[in-house]
């Protein structure tokens, strides 16, 4: 069962360090979306991408987080220069189609970090 | 006005009653809805989506849209203790290409 695959599941980083979280769409998805989830709270939209292409970034913070979704290999969400108010479970979702066309998204387990 | 509002809760209910879950999106313009289960600790569940105004069922499942109204709605029949989540309400706005999700509302099924 080829489904969305996050890792690493759990990320422990110091502040300042560098977190980079990987997800795998499911098979035969192009079109990944990166949420931020808080404790008792609503997912927040980051990132929308397809290969090789940022198509909206508009939920990403301007600073020390970016994003890519490669020809090859997993989809990265980066957070340089961690701080504390970083820590959340991080979902990655994934569609066959894009919004227009009806985008139902699959998630996967998420990563949990914690800056300490 | 946040663009996806539901109920926080909690919704108790009774095994075997049904449960009715709301949601209203701000932007009239939206045109798809989704409906996802997120059990404590773990990763959100599609369980629905409706993109037409009108009832459409899956199993013990309904989903409700009401586009005039801005108002979309859950209802689980036989609710069951296995039916114990918080029920996210997603939704679509035009002009762009995210989801934006409510808080969802956290539900409680008593045996």
């Known amino acids: 069962n080829a489904g969305v695959m996050q890792n690493p599941r759990h990320l422990v980083r110091r502040r300042g360090q560098e977190a980079r979280l990987r997800c795998s769409p499911m098979k035969g998805h192009s079109h990944v979306y990166w949420y931020r989830q808080l404790p008792e709270e609503g997912l927040k939209f980051m990132v929308y991408?397809?290969?090789?292409?940022?198509?909206?970034e508009s939920g990403m913070p301007k600073e020390r987080f970016s994003a890519e979704f490669p020809k090859e290999g997993p989809s990265i969400l980066r957070i340089q220069q961690v701080v504390r108010g970083d820590s959340a479970a991080y979902f990655c979702?994934?569609?066959?189609?894009?919004?227009?066309?009806?985008?139902?998204?699959?998630f996967g387990p998420g990563t949990r970090l914690t800056v300490l | 006005q946040k663009e996806v509002e539901q109920n926080s809760g909690p919704l108790s209910v009774p095994e075997g009653a049904i449960a009715s879950l709301n949601c209203t999106y701000s932007?009239?313009?939206?045109?798809?809805f989704f409906w996802y289960r997120q059990y404590s600790g773990k990763s959100p569940e599609l369980i629905m989506f409706i993109y037409s105004n009108g009832d459409k069922e899956d199993g013990r499942f309904t989903a409700q849209l009401n586009k005039a109204s801005q108002y979309v709605s859950l209802l689980i029949r036989d609710s069951q203790p296995s039916d114990s989540a918080t029920y996210l309400c997603?939704?679509?706005?035009?002009?762009?290409?995210?989801?934006?999700f409510g808080a969802g509302t956290r539900l409680f099924v008593k045996a």
């Open positions: 932007d009239r313009g939206s045109q798809s």
């Open positions: 979702a994934s569609s066959a189609r894009g919004q227009l066309a009806g985008n139902e998204q699959f």
């Open positions: 997603a939704v679509n706005p035009p002009g762009g290409f995210k989801t934006i």
């Open positions: 991408l397809q290969k090789e292409n940022i198509i909206d």
